[in-house]
């Protein structure tokens, strides 16, 4: 029996050293190695000591086990332990085996424990403290059996061992109590049903030798979680998973935001403050893009050149230090927010409303910075008159033309604007076309003269706008005529 049991010790470390890494409470730790004492409970042909409180041997065992998923543990499990039993009687139990009364066995088996887990994410979670499971295990049993007989005056005696060999399945239920993600403790109670009659010595009853396996052990579970960013917070857990190095978490893995403004406070430049992310943490009370700290207006909607204050008239000097709040868009001011008085060409109209910066010296200017044409050679400008139906320029109207283009010479800023008119005679369709090709008429004129045709423009306003009635022969006469009209003109922006 001896010789068995130590064939059977080393028969169960192999197995067990042969082993995958094996079982885990969790994903985080994979592998876990129970040790647990255990006692052995018979029942078969001579009888039955299930769940009897006096009938109680020694055993204890190992088992190494492998998380699989949340609901599945696969292991690998060696068990040793002693099973007696007697039949208490003197008399042959009917016609099995005629005189025996007890035997002894030492039993070792190695099995395949399948572990269904309820703590699997959905009828409890993975990580409950009580976590009940149910088991099942085929495997291979080893049973060293002693045969006592009796003597026919009260007493027995040794009748020889024999060993026995069979398969057998395993079915259990437990519970466990984890009481750390490494450690916890288990109690087990299951059937072993051995595919053989023969432990107990009775080979001819029609009962396979089984048994109760009653366990309570420790398991210390292996391994480390992932953890990725190095945060503390298991990867699986983690909801920010891609933390700086140093940054402190909350539970769920993320950076810790202690004013709760979604700026975490690695980041926030404000961690005391509720603010805004694009302001990196901080307050803007007046939403106008500067942070309350660096606001010098922070109740008025500023701008951030003017370190958040307003500009009412955009002179770029903020209102809280304009002198003259009201300037004119354009106008070149002091650090007071005040005109800067520049009059370059010393015509006494500001540059800033200057539309001729460069005027002559001494030119007489308008309200535009733009000189007056000399008003002796105004007097000289009058309407030019044409015959009946016609756009020719009569010789007489020469002199009044060239005096105009002596204008434009000596005035380059300006440009004339020549409007055509007729007299009643004829449709309208007629008189309006007429009107356009007398203005055309003086415009070659000019132009023949070596006039810039880009400072000259032409309109025809037939006889809508007479100079007189068109009810005698003089008064038509005045209205067939073209009228000329001085005008600024910038000559890098050409006339149509």
Request: glycine share 12%; with cysteine; hydrophobic share 30%.
């Amino acid at each position: 029996m001896r010789h068995l049991l130590a064939k059977s010790a080393v028969l169960g470390l192999a197995l067990v050293a042969a082993a995958p890494e094996g079982h885990a409470q969790s994903a985080d730790r994979k592998t876990g190695i129970s040790l647990y004492g255990s006692t052995l409970q018979y029942h078969g042909d001579l009888g039955s000591e299930w769940f009897k409180s006096d009938k109680i041997e020694g055993g204890g065992g190992i088992t190494l086990s492998r998380y699989l998923t949340p609901g599945l543990d696969i292991g690998l499990s060696a068990n040793y332990g002693d099973m007696k039993f007697s039949t208490k009687t003197l008399k042959p139990i009917e016609d099995l085996a005629p005189a025996i009364r007890r035997f002894d066995a030492n039993v070792t088996t190695i099995g395949v424990p399948i572990k269904f887990k309820l703590n699997n994410g959905w009828a409890l979670k993975e990580d409950a403290i009580f976590a009940p499971y149910l088991s099942l295990a085929p495997g291979l049993m080893i049973a060293s059996s002693d045969k006592f007989i009796n003597t026919g005056t009260g007493g027995e005696t040794f009748q020889g061992n024999k060993d026995h060999y069979a398969a057998y399945l395993h079915g259990a239920a437990g519970i466990a109590l984890n009481f750390s993600p490494s450690f916890g403790i288990f109690v087990q109670t299951g059937q072993i049903y051995g595919l053989t009659n023969t432990i107990d010595n009775v080979d001819k009853g029609d009962l396979n030798d089984r048994y109760l396996q009653h366990s309570a052990g420790i398991t210390y579970n292996f391994g480390k979680p992932k953890d990725e960013d190095m945060d503390g917070v298991p990867d699986r857990k983690d909801k920010c998973p891609a933390t700086p190095a140093g940054v402190a978490v909350d539970e769920a893995g993320c950076p810790l935001d202690g004013d709760g403004d979604g700026v975490p406070d690695y980041q926030d430049k404000c961690p005391t403050e509720k603010g805004l992310a694009n302001l990196e943490g901080c307050p803007d009370r007046d939403n106008d893009g500067v942070r309350d700290s660096e606001d010098e207006c922070p109740d008025q909607a500023g701008t951030a050149a003017l370190r958040g204050c307003p500009d009412a008239d955009g002179d770029g000097v903020a209102d809280k230090n304009d002198t003259c709040p009201d300037t004119p868009a354009g106008t070149q001011v002091d650090a007071t927010g005040c005109p800067v008085n520049l009059d370059q060409d010393g015509d006494g109209i500001p540059d800033n409303v200057d539309k001729c910066p460069g005027t002559p010296t001494g030119a007489t200017v308008d309200s535009t910075g733009c000189r007056v044409i000399d008003p002796a050679l105004m007097q000289k400008v009058r309407p030019v008159q044409f015959e009946t139906n016609s756009t020719v320029i009569r010789r007489q109207s020469y002199g009044t033309l060239d005096n105009m283009i002596k204008i434009l010479e000596q005035y380059p800023e300006y440009s004339l604007r020549i409007a055509g008119h007729a007299d009643s005679r004829g449709t309208n369709e007629y008189n309006q076309g007429l009107s356009e090709r007398r203005a055309a008429s003086a415009k070659r004129y000019f132009t023949g003269k070596t006039v810039d045709p880009n400072r000259i423009t032409t309109v025809g306003f037939g006889e809508d706008q007479p100079a007189a009635p068109n009810t005698s022969a003089a008064g038509m006469a005045k209205n067939r005529r073209v009228e000329f009209t001085f005008e600024f003109y910038i000559p890098s922006q050409p006339q149509p």
